[in-house]
């Protein structure tokens, strides 16, 4: 006999979450990796198709994980204590802001397929979408990177 409370660990509260559990919630779509514009007279924010440049695009993982605030004072850490400052900043589909707004993780979540690929194939990562910034042009303009279908 299973006890659901242990194989849907998701469904705690974040702050009740392990370390290890906070960072399995993760699907790893890379959306939140990547650069917004935000319009300045309506606040809107559009996600762009530049991906931070510690952004491996193919693995769509940091290659810096575990110093990427140091190396990169713009990367949004996202922790328990903090998301409430971020979730402007999260797309609508993120684990973290769904949980965080009491929602269930959609079906294609790692957790709940099982299938770490399903994210790719159903669209919602990032993976053969986007650039790095270091391969942007000096010149681009970023308005025309804007991706109207990441959320």
């Not at 007279?41 to 931070?52: N, R």
Request: charge should be negative; glycine fraction near 4%.
């Amino acid at each position: 006999m299973s006890d659901k409370r242990v194989e849907r660990w998701w469904q705690l509260p974040l702050d009740k979450l392990s370390p290890v559990q906070w960072e399995q919630l993760c699907d790893g779509c890379g959306k939140c990796c990547l650069h917004k514009l935000q319009d300045e007279d309506t606040e809107e924010l559009y996600f762009t198709a530049v991906a931070c440049r510690f952004l491996d695009t193919e693995a769509v993982r940091c290659t810096c994980y575990q110093d990427r605030a140091v190396k990169n004072q713009d990367c949004l850490v996202i922790k328990p204590d903090n998301i409430e400052s971020m979730l402007d900043w999260l797309p609508q589909t993120c684990a973290y802001r769904l949980r965080y707004e009491g929602q269930s993780l959609p079906a294609w979540h790692p957790l709940i397929s099982g299938d770490a690929l399903q994210i790719v194939r159903c669209g919602h990562s990032v993976k053969h979408r986007v650039i790095s910034e270091e391969r942007l042009e000096p010149d681009a303009d970023w308005e025309e990177l804007i991706l109207l279908d990441i959320l």
